[in-house]
């Protein structure tokens, strides 16, 4: 058995009595604290159960009751405003720079406006958008994470307000990406210090309320010392079989093929009290403490965003990813409003003797030749890779580094942890060897794209000169060894090895890194200064250094380990 944590937790405080758990304690809790007050705002985050929540809320006797679901246009209208950012492509839309209030019918909206003013005795006031109605008197925030509201979708839910619920789970998720989280996460931006009180609904019929005065401690305290990620598991056409083994998943499920371990924009947050954990959005903290999270250089450069993200890729017993390319910075920013794009580089985490990455061009490579081939491969169902792309063998702890517009994939029996830009959603396919998807579609393919960001300058000679195991001894000592791995000088992020026998003092200079213990038992991260308590980490975990820490210390435990550490280039003078 594995020592990897799937449920990782931040210590809040020890007393339980901060959770009020179910409704009916929850209720009651309400009712304490509404006494005196006359206006119940619950502002909701689209996925929200409300066929659970409201009724239950209703049982507080309000004399009104609006939902805000009465204020938005019709769902036809809805969609065709939304049109210029959804587009008619099945996966990428355009990023949404408006408000929740675009999607109403203002006159509506000014009339309950009206009614809450005239109204005697209480009000609720239930829904996302619930405090453009009115400030309230007492603020409940309904919160819940982004990988329910996918496990929702697939499910059966509906995009907010919409009778979708049938429609191609892609597109559904495009809706909510583009659209529905920017607008929330803008309005939840500007409740985050007024909320009196945060339910976790993330568990069917199972809701959890704390504070908002306990849910900003909590925050708080995730930016005070390291952190992880609360990871999940998706299986996949190409899904493997090493995660079972390391991160104690079903053995009887078919295949994992990606792992979420540290993508704060979809994964979520621990917040423990007592023996209770309350799961919050991570994106939460992004956009509460950004400035101590990142650091003041890297907030004033990407914003209240996380720049980095790692992920698993698992092809161990499994079949080799899509052959891919990622978009230009100038290309994603034109197509998709996007301010920069998804760099990357697959370090290898482990391997089988056949394991191989495919990576740039070959040389000799007549770019209308391969295009056509590519095209006629979607008729065919026959594309000879290899005539085209490089493959290259690869082994534990290779590091291939790849820049924007650089053909890849990890071909089969690859553990490979993905080092990234966060940007993850645009990945322009250009070959699935002939696969359909697990929902028996096939996967989108997006050649056009794909044709018009290829660096066909990227041939074999390039790729094994820039890109492959570009490995720089930086110090030395008996304690330990610190080495630059990459990435490439086109990408801003930067990454370093630290192979520990004893121990490694870092230091952060106000920039947030994030890491994994990509080799040995475990390790310790603890405070020069005891500024916080020591934290232990298990081999494969994704862990978070908050800018704000300064300065921290890798302790090897049970043995020498390697530690893979990504933070932003230019943050500090390498």
Known sequence: MSNYDRFPHITVSDNQNEVTRGYDAILDRLRQASAGKQVIVAETYPGVRDEEILPQLKQLNPALVIETRDLYLSESAMTEKMAPWLTEDRVFGHMYSGTVETF??????EEVRKQVQQATGTVLIYGMGAVLVHPGDLLVYFDLARWEIQLRFRAGMGNYNCSNTDEDILRKYKRDYFVEWR??????????????????????????????ESFRNGLNRAVA????????????VWGGQ????????????PNYAWSFDGVPEENSLLLRYGNVDVEIPAMDLILYRPKQLLGA??????????????????TIGGQNLSLQVHPLTDYIHRQFGMAYTQDESYYILDAKEDACVYLGVKTGTKPEAMLEALNQAQDTGVFEAENYVNRI?????????????TIHCSGSNSMVLEVSATPYIFTFKLWDWGRLGLDGKPRPINIEHGSHVIQWGRTTEWVQNHLVNQFETTSVNSAYKEEHTGLHELEFIET?????????????????????????????????????????????ETFILPA????????AQQGEVKVLRAYVRGSFTD
């Open 548 to 555: 704000s820490l300064g300065r921290v210390c890798i302790t």
């Open 104 to 109: 109403m019918d203002l006159s509506k909206l």
């Open 242 to 253: 090493w995660m079972k083994e390391h991160c104690n998943l079903d053995p009887d499920r």
């Open 297 to 314: 250089k890297n907030y004033a450069r990407f914003g209240a965003e996380f720049p980095i993200r790692f992920d698993f890729l698992d």
């Open 393 to 405: 063998p690869a082994k534990k702890h290779d590091h291939f580094l790849i820049p924007a517009g």
């Open 183 to 212: 607008m929330a996460d803008r309005l939840k931006f500007d409740l985050l210090d007024r909320i009196d009180w945060l339910v976790d609904t993330n568990a069917e019929n199972d809701p959890k309320l704390i504070s908002g």
């Open 496 to 540: 370093r090895r630290y192979t520990i026998q004893t121990e490694a003092e870092i230091h952060l200079h106000d920039s947030v890194s994030m890491c994994n213990l990509v080799d040995g038992e475990c390790a310790v991260i603890s405070s020069p200064g005891h500024a916080f308590e020591p934290f232990t980490v298990h081999y494969a």
């Open 225 to 236: 010392q390291p952190f992880r990620l609360v990871p999940y598991f998706d299986p996949g």
